[in-house]
């Protein structure tokens, strides 16, 4: 497996090795003792979820006590992913890294608790997979909005993105 960290400290691109034959490919997303190694705890929760071309869902967090790490992966289609450093005190507090995670290109996203996360579906049908370190709390739930002004994220279908009502009321960052 390929690690690359990115200048947000704990977030890590992680591409597994792929195994093709002229039956199709085979590939090991989540091995406990190797990702342990690499400061990814047990995944307890899983998620899916199906996006149509343009869909923006994020910028989602959850607040301590409950808040999250989420190891994620494109199962079928491709993402633009944008993570946000909410961590008081970090020195890299409220910069953002983005991703570009497809089925075909099989990377993975290591976002440590801390960091608010989302993407943007480049393709129809667009199977996202992500796993958690703890469990969803509907109380703990929070967001920001995924047009602040502060964070001026380039979404690359912007004129295209399909927002839902909850995700648009969000606060701003920094506002």
Sequence with gaps: MNVERSH???VLQLTPRVFTDDR???KETYQAPRYRELGIPELPQHNVSLSK???VRGLHFQRDPHAQ???????RGAVWDV???LREGS??????ASFDLSAENHR?????AGFAHGFQALEDDTVFHYACSALYNPAAED???VFSPALALPWPLREAALVNAKDLAAPHFGG
């Design 8 to 10: 947000l400290e704990g």
């Design 24 to 26: 199709g490919w085979f």
């Design 53 to 55: 071309k343009g869909v």
């Design 69 to 75: 790490g989420k190891l994620i992966q494109v199962l």
């Design 83 to 85: 993570v946000v450093d």
């Design 91 to 96: 020195r890299t507090y409220g910069q953002w």
């Design 108 to 112: 993975q996203l290591w976002v440590p």
């Design 143 to 145: 967001a920001i909005h």
